[in-house]
């Protein structure tokens, strides 16, 4: 997701280069975040219509990449839903993966995707290890300095606590409350800010967990380590719905900004073609379609565009 000005923190400024860290998404180890316990994997109704290839479309995608019919995508898949493991522990689900083979199926490909710790997607793409990423990278000044992004959801920071919020928790005031956050998320870079807001003003600071993976997160929450926990607003709506009822989002999300799907530059209209790809899926009803099924309809976009 691209960054949007920071209305609660305004008195702090929280530098591009803080941003370039995350994507709103996935931190993680790579070694998978399968769901909680109580979590579901796909959605009963997982079964998708497979888009049909735009011929036009896939005359546009390099032929080393399209020579071997498949599209190799980097991922972290610990950030349910949009990249996760489902219940067998090894099988990569989500938005992110439902909507990558939408991609790759109208480019007349299929898509792969491999699981990678965060901090070494966007290398690989780089070094041509992945030929795309999508892990709920944030697009940002920083990123399309060295890749392009290609924008296809948009997600803002929700803040989650115990359900009936039994400590009275306000996104306003973290001051001396305990709060989980996944490593390597912008939400990291957010309670740093919210930190030194704390301490010039006097208050005790926020005592913040940061773990590697967003289903361990939840579960600090869960289990009562924390009252709080900051993630993006998919994943809290997620958490909310797949925790039997244990937690509850509060007030609204904050820091709306688009997801990219990573490409190395220079690569011809490779960049073109999947942008193209993405604003086929809003227009035929595919791209709404997957949204409704992982229940992020909210964070549609209408119009996929390329920054680079």
């Known amino acids: 997701m691209t960054r949007t000005p920071r209305s609660l923190l305004s008195a702090v400024a929280v530098t591009a280069l803080a941003l370039a860290l995350a994507g709103c998404g996935a931190g993680g180890d790579g070694g998978g975040g399968a769901a909680p316990p109580s979590a579901p994997g796909a959605p009963p109704s997982s079964a998708l219509p497979v888009p049909a290839k735009d011929d036009a479309l896939a005359a546009l995608v390099p032929q080393n990449v399209a020579s071997d019919g498949k599209i190799v995508i980097g991922t972290d898949a610990s950030y349910p ?13 989500g938005l992110d993966v439902d909507l990558g083979n939408a991609v790759a199926a109208k480019l007349g490909l299929t898509a792969e995707f491999q699981n990678s710790q965060f901090s070494g997607i966007i290398p690989g793409v780089e070094g041509g290890k992945y030929e795309l990423a999508m892990s709920s990278f944030t697009i940002n000044d920083e990123r399309i300095q060295t890749v392009d992004m290609v924008s296809y959801f948009s997600a803002g920071t929700s803040l989650a606590v115990k359900s009936g919020n039994p400590d009275a928790i306000r996104a306003e005031d973290l001051c001396g409350k305990a709060v989980a956050v996944q490593a390597g ?10 930190n030194t807001e704390c301490t010039t003003s006097g208050k005790p600071p926020i005592a913040v967990t940061e773990l590697p993976e967003q289903t361990a997160v939840t579960l600090q929450l869960t289990t009562s380590k924390v009252v709080a926990m900051l993630a993006d607003s998919p994943v809290v709506a997620y958490a909310v719905t797949t925790t039997d009822g244990a937690l509850e989002a509060v007030g609204e999300p904050y820091d709306t900004a688009p997801y990219g799907i990573v490409l190395a530059k220079d690569q011809g209209d490779f960049s073109k073609a999947v942008q193209g790809a993405v604003q086929s899926l809003i227009d035929d009803g595919s791209y709404a379609a997957i949204l409704e099924k992982w229940n992020v309809s909210n964070g549609a976009i209408p119009t996929s565009e390329v920054r680079s």
Not at 185 to 194: F, G, K, M, S
């Open 81 to 93: 839903p949009n990249e996760f493991t489902d219940t067998d522990g090894s099988t990569i689900i």
């Open 185 to 194: 998320t912008v939400q990291v870079e957010d309670l740093a800010a919210r």
